[in-house]
């Protein structure tokens, strides 16, 4: 009302300056709304606040001892890999010394398989050869004994006459090779 009787009175209103009514009721309203959000909405922000500190810290505190025990196992597992490392070149050397060691053995049982067989063949050979002495000397005493009735004109029908004069030519025979 009082906006009428000024406006009536023709009085101009100062747009600048609030009507003291206004002043009051936006004074009780404010007063009013920083009461209830005192009241209802700081707490909560306060709590979310406080929950959140709490969450990053928290949350600093597991990653630093995520950080400590990830640091712990890449110790450990650098450990575990030199270990690992070490035991894989003694099996490596181990197997070296194995492998030498089985070549030796292959070449000496070769080696021995070898003297063996060539022993064998030397005792074939020899055999052989005794074999053969054998055989020409029955021949060649057949041979010699033929001849000799020939020559001579009468039979060699006795056994130990013919050994005896088979003998004696061979005899002959190995001396005047040796000369």
């Known amino acids: 009302m009082r906006s009428i009787n000024l406006l009536a009175e023709g009085e101009e209103l100062n747009p600048l300056v609030p009507h003291t009514a206004e002043l009051i009721v936006g004074a009780i309203a404010f007063t009013l709304l920083f009461l209830v959000l005192r009241k209802a909405v700081v707490p909560k922000f306060e709590k979310a606040f406080t929950e959140r500190t709490q969450a990053i810290e928290g949350g600093i505190e597991r990653a630093e001892k995520a950080q ?4 712990r196992a890449l110790v450990q597992y650098n450990e575990q890999l030199s270990s690992a490392q070490g035991e894989a070149a003694k099996l ?14 292959l070449r000496a049982k070769a080696q021995e398989e070898a003297a063996r067989i060539t022993a064998a063949a030397h005792a074939s050979i020899e055999a052989e050869r005794q074999q053969a002495i054998t055989s020409l000397r029955n021949e060649v005493g057949a041979l010699a004994v033929e001849l000799a009735s020939k020559i001579v004109g009468e039979a060699l029908e006795d056994q130990a006459r013919q050994s005896r004069i088979v003998d004696r030519f061979i005899e002959d025979l190995e001396k005047s090779q040796k000369n």
């Open 92 to 105: 490596r050397d181990d197997a070296r010394i194995q492998g030498a060691a089985i070549l030796e053995e």
């Open 68 to 71: 400590l025990e990830a640091q």
